[in-house]
């Protein structure tokens, strides 16, 4: 805390000689920008200001180039000091950043924030990317995104009318904050609403606000199929040793072999790839549809 403070104070005082703060950042030119919210990184690149991206929160991982950037935290556990390092123009996320004091005091190095909104259904994220458009001054890059997600949601609606059985379904993730396995459906957040456009079920999971695994909970639950975020399935090492979770191995999914890797960022917002990323839910939720889009 001493360290970042003597930063703090240095930087304030480059403030006072105008480094920092002194004019409005304008974000239709090139700029350096600190990302730490997941969507709006993926969707910076997808209207064309990825290359003024210059770090990053952990899971900003999309798409590939954005791997490359330095990372200055988990999102729900930054410190100051990495971000202020960064000497960003302009600081974004969507108020999902932790801990409370972080902002605060980057806001008090003299650096602009710019809060967005969030991306939990599809209409909030053309919203989000019509916004991010006008702010940056790419509105007929953000317009052109926003309509191939119209048209590859059209193709998602078409395909459900072929969708012949409904099986229910658990998406298991691993959080990097608390290091536990814990079930992210069931809380009537993105997840879910992209199990119902694929033709799914969401298990019923009660085990009361419980957060890591309870084996009886995920037993009683007993998904058709398990949906296994990407970072605690490569962790675990695969679909036969994420039967060792508490619960899961007595599930129809384990006895089935229906356990599937999915890339986290594909399942935790709607975005640029949303349509994409249902139809190969969908595609594993229903081998029947699979076989027929070969």
Known sequence: MKK??????????????????????????DIRIVSVSKHL???????????DIVGRDLTSNYPDSAKLLTTVGYHRALNAEGIIAMNPDLVIHS??????NVMPQVEKAGLKIKVFGGANTFDSAKILLADL????????????????MDADMQLVLAAQKE?????????????????NYF????RKGPGDKMIALAGGRVAAYDAKGARQLSAEAVA??????????DFGFDKIGGAENFKSLPGVGLTNAAKNNRIYRFEEHDIVYFGPRTGENI???????HPDFHAEKK
């Open 4 to 29: 970042i403070s003597i930063l703090i104070f240095g930087i304030s005082l480059l403030t006072g000689c105008g480094r920092f703060g002194k004019k409005e950042t304008d974000a239709t030119k």
């Open 41 to 51: 990184t993926e969707m910076l690149f997808a209207i064309g200001k990825g290359h």
């Open 95 to 100: 108020n999902d950043v932790g801990p409370a």
């Open 133 to 148: 458009g006008k702010y940056f001054g790419a509105e007929a890059r953000a317009d052109s995104v926003i309509k191939k």
């Open 163 to 179: 969708i012949k059985d409904s099986p229910t379904v658990m998406i298991i993730q691993y959080g990097q904050a608390n290091n």
């Open 183 to 186: 079930v992210m459906s069931g």
């Open 220 to 229: 009683q639950a007993n998904p058709d199929i398990i949906i296994a975020t």
């Open 279 to 285: 139809l190969k839910l969908m595609q594993l939720l």
